[in-house]
């Protein structure tokens, strides 16, 4: 049987897995097993549920939450329905879910809990057209004895007479956040009123506020929300708990509804499933739309090409709305495997790793390089004794894995199709004579690294951009193998993988079946240039998107007869059968005096510093490159300490002459000749940044990407003085 909707593919699973574990969710701070015929079930009640509520087939709906079972549960029942969900961070600006929620179409919206219905109540008024709200979380309202709404739990507002402790603490939040709203009865609101009235100033002083009181009572006032027991009689758009809407499911289903099964049963291959908004790193997001066939492409070949199987469990610590991690649980469901939900900060990662024992796990790189980099400085703090060895074995294993990846063609060549002779000769001589130490190294050091990971990873998935090529000869090094691949939102999204038995260093691996890529040169589209010269990424199979949502214009841009145009930048082995990333055309540097440079080499080589944290590249029109670089402040302040540096602050800090030198020493260092940069390369004036760059201030994207625009429009004045 030929599968070609998602839905045919998850009922397909449940008929041939139904009791094996499909997620694992936490409760009580263990992992709970749901099966796939659970799974399913709970698919099937929460979509009925939202026939019920009034969602129909093409409907198009938001979905506005972070990484957590709920998520996969809607978005499974949405595809179900026929409909189409616009996925959005659980961390979106009120303006960006205006944007997402009111270009796409939406009639209705899934946000996750109060930080998102807030954000949502800011700009309500200007999207009309959402008529129903779903709640994975019920929020807090301050309430007496009134009647109040089933997504909502009530919190006394007084104690006695007194205002109640968490009242007070709620209100200092709302004065310090203008995107906070409070939701209250309307008793609670004229006490809070009358609250304000007399303590106003106290307020302002405790909050450190210097507004004036009356425009801050009046904001306080206006973002007060009363919500009444009959809320969804008297307002629009109505607001439903999760659990509201599943016990709609329920008792549709148990009235003997089959409406869910006969849509999802019509689905068919070029529904429109999703429209995902890019990043916008430049101009206004674009809405990709994916259908069930560009998905299924990819939940057909990618198992096979990444050689996933039922006996793999994932952790998961990606958000689910970034397509790649979405792909990603689509082909667990498709091979039987099982979903554990974990996040990406070490304080929950680290544990879950260790008690979950995962043989597969999907990162973005920034999550590699953090883990490289903590090791490092580990060891850097470590006695005289464990620098040693660490250093013997990394420096052994280097060599070794050099011999070896030559012999078993793990090294990929850019220049010629083989090595001669004498270097294979070398390289066996090399593997003998290095065996023994490299397995005394590995007992000693490498292994009980790789058991961070919980000791069962058959290998990891790294996406999302490109690994650098330290931080890809570490981890191969010390045998904690990750296999990088490639693709775009657009693609939906892998176009390209390396595999554990395929493992080609420094490449993102070959086309997965049924995608083709070619090389072409970066002033003329039409022509391909030869493998092992560098050009545009274009990329042509069932995986390309329909387009972008109401924007004919920027579709025919990027596709032309069936052709996607990345806009990355790449190059094929000699043997044309793998592809290396270079970085993106839009990001090229132009000289004034015509030189083009690729910023991404020179960031990845300067965050091998280890006081370096994040750095990007500058000198678009300039006579030469700059670099603003946000410190490793650990490692900094320990080098301070050490130097006997004093300084009075942060800003302090970054201005002392002797921390501005130890950057100007380390910038020289790596930006060299000698590690193959051309003379206007390393020509680099610097300027070192308070604090990281971050998705509130709209530095990076919600996939951690450098919006360099943005960033070169707010640092333009450091930009001028250290390019000239």
Same mark, same amino acid.
Request: net charge neutral; aromatic share 10%; proline share 4%.
């Given at each position: 049987?030929?599968?070609?909707?998602?839905?045919?593919?998850l009922?397909? %699973?449940?008929?041939?897995?139904?009791?094996?574990?499909?997620f694992?969710?936490?409760?009580?701070?263990?992992?709970?097993?749901?099966t796939?015929?659970?799974?399913?079930?709970?698919?099937?009640i929460?979509?009925?549920?939202?026939? *019920?509520?009034?969602?129909? /087939?093409?409907?198009?709906? *938001?979905?506005?939450?972070?990484?957590r079972?709920?998520w996969?549960?809607s978005?499974?029942?949405?595809?179900?329905?026929?409909a189409?969900?616009?996925?959005?961070?659980?961390?979106?600006? !009120?303006?960006?879910?205006?944007?997402k929620? &009111?270009?796409?179409?939406? =009639?209705?919206?899934?946000?996750?809990?109060?930080?998102?219905?807030?954000?949502?109540?800011?700009i309500?008024?200007?999207i009309? #057209?959402?008529?129903?709200?779903?709640?994975?979380?019920?929020?807090?309202?301050?309430?007496?004895?009134?009647?109040?709404?089933e997504?909502?739990?009530?919190?006394?507002?007084?104690?006695?007479?007194?205002?109640?402790?968490?009242?007070?603490?709620?209100?200092?939040?709302?004065?310090?956040? &203008?995107?906070?709203?409070?939701?209250?009865?309307?008793?609670? /609101?004229?006490?809070?009123?009358?609250?304000?009235?007399?303590?106003?100033? &106290?307020? $302002?002083?405790?909050?450190h506020?210097?507004?004036k009181?009356?425009?801050?009572?009046?904001?306080?006032?206006?973002?007060?929300?009363?919500?009444?027991?009959?809320?969804?009689?008297?307002?629009?758009?109505k607001?439903?708990?999760?659990?509201?809407?599943?016990k709609?499911?329920?008792?549709l289903?148990?009235q003997?509804?089959?409406?869910?099964?006969?849509?999802?049963?019509?689905?068919? %291959?070029?529904?429109?499933? =999703?429209?995902?908004?890019?990043?916008?790193?430049?101009?206004?997001?674009?809405?990709?739309?994916?259908?069930?066939?560009?998905?299924?492409?990819?939940?057909?070949n990618?198992?096979i090409?990444?050689?996933?199987?039922?006996?793999?469990?994932?952790?998961s610590?990606?958000?689910?709305?970034?397509v790649?991690?979405?792909?990603?649980?689509?082909?667990?469901?498709?091979?039987?495997?099982?979903?554990?939900? %974990?996040?990406?900060? @070490?304080?929950?990662?680290l544990?879950?790793? /260790?008690?979950?024992?995962?043989?597969?796990?999907?990162?973005?790189?920034?999550?590699?390089?953090?883990?490289?980099?903590g090791?490092?400085?580990?060891?850097?703090k470590?006695?005289?004794? #464990?620098?040693?060895?660490?250093?013997?074995?990394?420096?052994?294993?280097?060599?070794?894995?050099n011999?070896?990846?030559?012999?078993?063609?793990?090294?990929?060549?850019?220049?010629?199709?083989?090595?001669?002779?004498?270097?294979?000769?070398?390289?066996?001589?090399?593997v003998?004579r290095?065996?023994?130490?490299?397995?005394?190294?590995? @007992?000693?050091?490498?292994?009980?690294?790789?058991?961070?990971?919980?000791?069962?990873?058959?290998?990891?998935?790294?996406?999302?951009g490109?690994?650098?090529?330290?931080?890809?000869?570490?981890?191969?090094?010390?045998?904690?193998?990750?296999?990088?691949?490639?693709?775009?939102?657009?693609? %939906?999204?892998?176009?390209?993988?390396?595999?554990?038995?395929? &493992?080609?260093?420094?490449?993102?691996?070959?086309?997965?079946?049924e995608?083709?890529?070619?090389?072409?040169?970066?002033?003329?589209?039409?022509?391909?240039?030869?493998?092992?010269?560098?050009?545009?990424?274009?990329?042509?199979? !069932?995986?390309v998107?329909?387009?972008?949502?109401?924007?004919?214009?920027?579709?025919?841009e990027?596709?032309?007869?069936?052709?996607?145009?990345?806009?990355?930048?790449?190059?094929?082995?000699?043997?044309?059968?793998?592809?290396?990333l270079?970085?993106?055309?839009k990001?090229?540097?132009?000289?004034?005096g015509?030189?083009?440079v690729?910023? $991404?080499?020179?960031?990845?080589?300067? @965050?091998?510093?280890?006081?370096?944290?994040m750095?990007?590249?500058?000198?678009?029109? /300039?006579?030469?490159?700059g670099?603003?670089?946000?410190?490793?402040?650990d490692?900094?302040?320990?080098?301070?300490?050490?130097?006997?540096?004093?300084?009075?602050?942060?800003?302090?800090?970054?201005?002392?002459?002797?921390?501005?030198?130890?950057?100007?020493?380390?910038?020289?260092?790596?930006?060299?000749?000698?590690?193959g940069?051309?003379?206007?390369?390393?020509?680099?004036?610097?300027?070192?940044? !308070?604090?990281?760059?971050?998705?509130?201030?709209?530095?990076?994207?919600?996939?951690?990407?450098?919006?360099?625009?943005?960033?070169?429009k707010?640092?333009?004045?450091?930009?001028?003085?250290i390019?000239?």
């Open positions: 049987m030929e599968l070609v909707t998602l839905n045919e593919m009922r397909n %699973s449940v008929s041939l897995y139904s009791d094996r574990i499909a694992k969710v936490k409760k009580d701070g263990k992992f709970a097993p749901i796939y015929q659970e799974f399913y079930k709970k698919v099937e929460f979509a009925t549920g939202l026939l *019920g509520i009034g969602i129909e /087939k093409f409907d198009h709906v *938001g979905l506005v939450s972070d990484n079972f709920e996969i549960i978005d499974m029942a949405i595809i179900g329905l026929r189409v969900d616009i996925p959005c961070s659980g961390g979106s600006s !009120p303006q960006d879910i205006y944007f929620l &009111n270009h796409s179409d939406s =009639t209705s919206a899934i946000l996750e809990g109060e930080t998102q219905l807030s954000n949502f109540y800011k309500a008024k200007d009309p #057209q959402i008529k129903n709200i779903i709640l994975y979380d019920k929020i807090k309202i301050f309430s007496e004895k009134e009647a109040f709404p997504w909502t739990i009530p919190i006394n507002f007084k104690e006695q007479e007194e205002i109640s402790k968490k009242f007070k603490s709620e209100i200092e939040l709302l004065a310090k956040n &203008n995107n906070k709203y409070l939701f209250l009865s309307s008793k609670a /609101k004229i006490f809070l009123e009358k609250y304000l009235d007399k303590n106003i100033d &106290n307020l $302002l002083r405790e909050v506020l210097k507004d009181a009356d425009s801050v009572k009046n904001s306080l006032i206006n973002r007060a929300v009363v919500i009444g027991g009959e809320y969804n009689k008297t307002h629009s758009p607001i439903y708990s999760f659990e509201g809407v599943n709609i499911g329920e008792n289903l148990a003997g509804d089959v409406s869910f099964s006969e849509i999802a049963k019509s689905g068919q %291959s070029n529904d429109l499933t =999703t429209i995902i908004y890019t990043s916008g790193t430049t101009s206004d997001p674009k809405g990709v739309m994916l259908t069930n066939s560009n998905f299924m492409h990819n939940v057909i990618a198992p090409a990444i050689t996933i199987n039922k006996d793999d469990n994932f952790l610590v990606l958000p689910s709305w970034h790649y991690e979405r792909i990603v649980e689509y082909c667990a469901l498709r091979v039987g495997a099982s979903t554990a939900y %974990s996040k990406p900060f @070490k304080q929950i990662l544990p879950d790793l /260790k008690n979950e024992k995962p043989t597969v796990m999907c990162s973005v790189p920034r999550i590699w390089e953090s883990l490289y980099k090791i490092i400085d580990k060891i850097n470590g006695s005289s004794l #464990q620098k040693i060895i660490f250093n013997w074995a990394i420096n052994l294993g280097e060599e070794y894995k011999a070896e990846g030559m012999l078993n063609g793990n090294w990929p060549l850019f220049d010629r199709l083989e090595y001669t002779s004498e270097e294979l000769a070398q390289a066996r001589s090399t003998k290095l065996r023994w130490k490299y397995h005394l190294a590995d @007992k000693l050091v490498f292994k009980k690294i790789r058991e961070l990971t919980g000791g069962r990873f058959r290998f990891a998935i790294s996406g999302g490109a690994l650098n090529e330290t931080t890809d000869r570490f981890f191969n090094i010390i045998g904690l193998i990750i296999t990088e691949g490639y693709g775009l939102t657009e693609t %939906s999204p892998i176009l390209a993988g390396r595999t554990k038995k395929d &493992n080609i260093m420094f490449t993102v691996g070959s086309p997965i079946p995608v083709e890529i070619k090389i072409v040169d970066k002033d003329n589209h039409s022509k391909e240039v030869a493998n092992g010269e560098m050009g545009i990424v274009f990329a042509k199979g !069932p995986m998107m329909k387009g972008y949502y109401k924007n004919e214009e920027k579709t025919r990027v596709i032309q007869d069936g052709w996607f145009n990345t806009g990355d930048l790449g190059k094929k082995t000699y043997n044309g059968k793998y592809l290396k270079l970085g993106r055309i990001d090229t540097i132009v000289l004034r015509g030189e083009n690729e910023p $991404l080499p020179l960031e990845d080589k300067l @965050k091998e510093s280890e006081y370096i944290n750095v990007i590249v500058v000198g678009q029109d /300039k006579p030469r490159l670099a603003l670089i946000v410190p490793d402040f490692n900094l302040k320990d080098y301070v300490e050490r130097e006997n540096i004093k300084y009075e602050n942060i800003d302090g800090l970054i201005h002392h002459p002797k921390v501005v030198s130890l950057y100007q020493k380390e910038q020289k260092r790596l930006i060299s000749k000698e590690h940069f051309n003379p206007f390369e390393t020509v680099m004036g610097i300027t070192l940044l !308070p604090h990281e760059f971050t998705m509130e201030a709209g530095e990076i994207t919600e996939t951690l990407k450098m919006k360099r625009f943005e960033i070169h707010k640092y333009k004045e450091d930009i001028d003085k390019c000239g």
